[in-house]
């Protein structure tokens, strides 16, 4: 029997309904349904009940999901059951802020080591960390066998830390830098660019939303 393909946006929403049912189970309830969970993140109860079928049957007609199981079994089928490490290349100030922020290990991922290309940043400390030069990287990353990179440089290096990256065996990359990066097939890579969501907000806040004659 052929694997069911699940498209990507499916994927993409299956975190929202953890962090919302996260959210539940720490408030204390017990039962949800889609469309409360529809009320919650802005999508349709449809939307969430097939999203959902991709994986098997969660819930019973009139009775709802049950919120640990649930977010249990959502836990697994993201591969967050487990913890993963990350090495994060940039100790410049994002890379600094991704250091210090505290939501990576409460989900399940935490940077295990940093990066960086600078004379002047190699060596120091770093909430904990010694910054490591960006040449060991094709040594350090199979070493603490981790297979997640985080990018926090600037746009003009992205695309050769990403191809260090890969060479070293990462396969999947989380890119702060504003530049697409070209990675072999494979290679998972997410854009973390919050100027293009600002400009996508900002078309509905200006005439781009009018029609144009």
């Known amino acids: 029997m052929a694997e069911i393909q699940v498209p990507d946006m499916v994927v993409a929403r299956l975190p929202l309904y953890l962090r919302a049912l996260s959210h539940m189970e720490r408030e204390g309830t ?6 409360e969970l529809a009320t919650h993140l802005g ?5 969430i009940r097939k999203d959902l079928s991709y994986f098997g049957r969660f819930g019973k007609q009139g ?87 985080v990018i926090a440089v600037p746009a003009e290096a992205a695309q050769a830390v990403a191809l260090q990256l890969v060479e070293a065996g990462i ?9 697409s990066l070209a990675v072999p097939s494979g290679v998972r890579v997410q854009q973390i660019d919050p100027v293009v969501y600002l400009q996508q907000m900002t078309f509905y806040l200006g005439s781009g939303s009018a029609s144009q004659a």
């Not at 017990?30 to 469309?35: E, F, K, L, P, Q």
């Not at 290349?89 to 922020?101: E, F, N, S």
């Not at 770093?126 to 094709?138: C, F, K, Q, R, W």
Request: aromatic share 8%; with cysteine; charged share 20%.
């Open 63 to 149: 009775t709802g999901y049950d919120v640990a199981n649930l977010r249990a079994r959502l836990t697994k089928i993201l591969n967050v059951d487990r913890t993963w490490a990350m090495a994060l290349v940039g100790a410049g100030a994002l890379g600094l802020a991704l250091v210090h922020y505290g939501g990576f290990q409460e989900r399940g991922f935490y940077i295990a080591c940093v990066f960086d290309s600078d004379p002047e940043k190699i060596g120091r400390d770093v909430a904990g960390y010694t910054v490591l030069p960006s040449d060991t990287i094709a040594e350090e990353i199979p070493h603490r066998g981790i297979s997640i990179g």
């Open 171 to 179: 396969k999947a990359i989380l890119n702060y830098a504003p530049i």
């Open 30 to 35: 017990a039962v949800t349904s889609s469309h």
């Open 43 to 47: 999508l349709s109860p449809a939307q």
